[in-house]
Nanobody
Framework: QVQLVESGGRWVQAGGSLRLSCAAS????????MGWFRQAPGKEREFVAA????????SYADSLAGRFTISRHNANDTMYLQMNILKPEDTAVYYC?????????????????WGQGTQVTVSS
């Protein structure tokens, strides 16, 4: 059973950048498809990005492609989300998710394991 811990969320001004990390406890991390989702106050959780277990394939929400980049380092059991040109509408709690399959998976219900989330706040 994998445990996920997100980090890197903080307050940032619009136009800035952040890199979120998701550290996994599972030594077979490389066998998990991984994803990032976010949830803003009063809104449903939405897909951000996903990556296959090898890191060879990835997918993004249409509105975020070009600004966000997902990556993973299997040797360190860690996944990342590089976020550039941040906007106030990017403000949300960001969650990482894992599922023992090839992936990438872009639907929340396809993931069984979830982290507790990290808060990202972008001010205008």
């Amino acid at each position: 059973q994998v445990q996920l811990v997100e980090s890197g969320g903080r307050w940032v001004q619009a136009g800035g950048s952040l890199r979120l990390s998701c550290a996994a406890s599972e030594r077979t991390f490389r066998r998990y498809a991984m994803g990032w989702f976010r949830q803003a106050p009063g809104k449903e959780r939405e897909f951000v990005a996903a990556i296959s277990w090898s890191g060879g394939s990835s997918s993004y929400a249409d509105s975020l492609a070009g600004r966000f980049t997902i990556s993973r380092h299997n040797a360190n059991d860690t996944m990342y989300l590089q976020m550039n040109i941040l906007k106030p509408e990017d403000t949300a709690v960001y969650y990482c998710a894992a599922q023992p399959t090839i992936g990438p998976l872009s639907t929340a219900r396809d993931y069984y394991y979830w982290g507790q989330g990290t808060q990202v706040t972008v001010s205008s």
